[in-house]
């Protein structure tokens, strides 16, 4: 379960192994639905990578992916972090080093949590010391040309 109490700060939060991977299940789920998700699943493939890195998750195998896009068949790998299990892109090194498990069974599925998007946003922030990037694409979205109203003129004259 998860180590916080109430509103909890996530400064407050434990970095643990489960506390982390709830937050990733957390900020995935929310991806899959977000108009913009693309920094949401930097996120999560850095926190991965990262918990990769120190041996506190493991890629199990490869698995064809259910949205393969627009290619025939794709891979993904599977990422076992403590109770849960997740998807990421492959590495060249990844079809060589690891067993292919074929289609995903659909069996398994990952336990539920409770963490709220920005308390899990935000721990993985502090894990993987990314900032935040929304406000940095919500600039780049005022900067498109404003809205300017049409001029209307009378019939014969000039602009």
């Known amino acids: 379960m998860l180590a916080h109490q109430g509103n909890t700060p996530p400064s407050k939060l434990n970095l643990t192994v489960e506390n982390l991977s709830q937050a990733i299940y957390v900020v995935n789920r929310h991806a899959k639905t977000a108009p913009n998700p693309k920094s949401l699943y930097h996120l999560k493939k850095e926190a991965l990578n990262k918990l990769i890195g120190e041996g506190k998750a493991k890629k199990v195998g490869l698995h064809f992916s259910e949205n393969p896009g627009n290619s ?4 993904d790998v599977l990422v076992e972090c403590g109770n849960y299990t997740f ?10 080093d690891l067993p292919h498990l074929g289609k995903l069974d659909g069996l398994s599925r990952n336990p539920k949590s409770s963490l709220s ?3 899990a946003k935000s721990l993985l922030q502090s894990y993987t010391g990314i900032s935040s990037q929304e406000p940095e694409s919500r600039r780049a979205h005022n900067h498109t040309k404003a809205f300017q109203k049409p001029i209307f003129k ?4 000039r602009y």
């Open 117 to 119: 998007l920005p308390m």
């Open 87 to 96: 998807h990421i892109p492959p590495v060249k090194s990844d079809f060589t």
């Open 72 to 75: 025939q068949q794709r891979s």
């Open 154 to 157: 009378k019939l014969g004259e």
